[in-house]
Nanobody, 119 residues
């Protein structure tokens, strides 16, 4: 059973930084993408970044490009999201997703981690 564990959230002040982690386990397939999403109450979940396991290609939403950096440690099956210069609009629950490309497609979600930014 695929399991994703997101961690690293917390309460920070405006301008601060955080590193989120997404640890994946319970699978043996090798063709997938790991993405980070965030959601605030009353709004749709927003895709913010993803990284391909095969070649490390990374993509970012315009809203986070330049402040967020996604990286992966394939040996640990862990994907990280480094966030700098946090602001109030970054307050959200952050989720990681594993999108299995082959055999698939299939999506797996972990529980989110709360990020709260205050002034």
């Amino acid at each position: 059973e695929v399991q994703l564990q997101a961690s690293g959230g917390g309460s920070v002040q405006t301008g601060g930084s955080l590193r989120l982690s997404c640890a994946a386990s319970g699978f043996s397939f090798d063709d997938y993408v790991v993405g980070w999403f965030r959601q605030v109450p009353g709004k749709e979940r927003e895709a913010i970044s993803c990284v391909y396991k095969s070649d490390g290609r990374a993509y970012y939403a315009d809203s986070v490009r330049g402040r967020f950096t996604i990286s992966s440690d394939n040996a640990k099956n862990t994907v990280y999201m480094q966030i700098w210069n946090l602001n109030a609009e970054d307050t959200a629950v952050y989720y990681c997703n594993l999108h299995q490309l082959w055999p698939g497609p299939k999506d797996y979600w972990g529980r989110g981690t709360q990020v709260t930014v205050s002034s």
